[in-house]
């Protein structure tokens, strides 16, 4: 259902509450007519030094996931996003198909849109106009359980993954203060020898630095947030484009 500011879509998106980078991005690709409405996983800013934290962090944002979802839908929305992004890779393709029928159960059928599967359509959407994308480079904020996971995806839709550059963010809110510098070298660590970069995390904030990368690295260089938000409303149905987020919002 639409409403007198959101008059064309109610996009609800559910993210953690350390998460301070996906509602900006998602805010300033929005199209008029488009409003974002944020529903907050509650989750503590644990510390994440190994493996081990990682999964303590992980499995409480399992725990409040549903809840916030269920708090999203009283609005009414037209489709969820999940502006959250481990999750939506774990235990690869399979994985990521389970929690999306999980996810459309708890929604009563309302379109749902993930990280994971976004920058796959992505990826794809490139392709239509380009050459075959096989080997990819792949930045992530996480530990190497995540990281382990997220590339188990990507080999299970078909592609190689070359080269990959874990940041070990030491928490889920400092994983907002990865500076510009760091994930602009990040995208040159994982360039060399690929068809395209891939950005994972969403409290990363890679959409400009994306944008940019793409730029002078003459490659596909795709920000999880500007993928997922993308898909979304293609996804619905909207083909609005803009220019500062790189070929996929300005092209696609």
């Known amino acids: 259902m639409v409403d007198s500011l959101g008059s064309r879509m109610k996009f609800a998106v559910v993210a953690p509450s350390t998460n301070t980078s996906v509602e900006p991005e998602y805010a300033a690709m929005q199209p008029r007519g488009v409003t974002n409405h944020f529903s907050r996983i509650a989750i503590p800013d644990t510390k994440v030094t190994d493996d081990d934290s990682f999964m303590v962090m992980l499995n409480t944002i399992r725990d409040s996931t549903f809840g916030a ?3 999203s839908m009283s609005m009414e929305p037209g489709c969820v996003i999940m502006g959250m992004s481990a999750e939506t890779f774990w235990d690869g393709a399979e994985g990521a198909d389970r929690l999306h029928k999980r996810m459309l159960e708890r929604t009563g059928g309302v379109p749902v849109i993930m ?3 976004a920058v796959d359509a992505a990826i794809k959407a490139y392709e239509k106009v380009g050459s075959p994308i096989r080997k990819i480079g792949i ?6 359980v995540g990281d382990a996971n997220v590339q188990k995806f990507f080999e299970d839709q078909g592609y190689e993954v070359v080269n990959l550059v874990g940041l070990k963010s030491p928490s889920p809110m400092l994983i907002a203060h990865e500076s510009k510098q760091t994930l602009k070298r990040a995208a040159i660590a994982v360039s060399e020898g690929v068809d395209a970069i891939i ?4 409290n990363l904030a890679f959409a400009e630095v994306a944008a940019m990368a793409e730029f002078w690295l003459e490659k596909p260089v795709i920000a999880i947030n500007t993928a997922t938000y993308w898909h979304a409303l293609r996804s619905m149905g909207f083909a609005d484009q803009m220019d500062g987020f790189g070929r996929l919002m300005s092209e696609f």
């Open 199 to 202: 950005q994972c995390g969403t």
């Open 69 to 71: 979802v269920d708090v």
């Open 115 to 117: 990280g994971s599967t």
């Open 139 to 144: 930045i992530t904020p996480y530990m190497p």
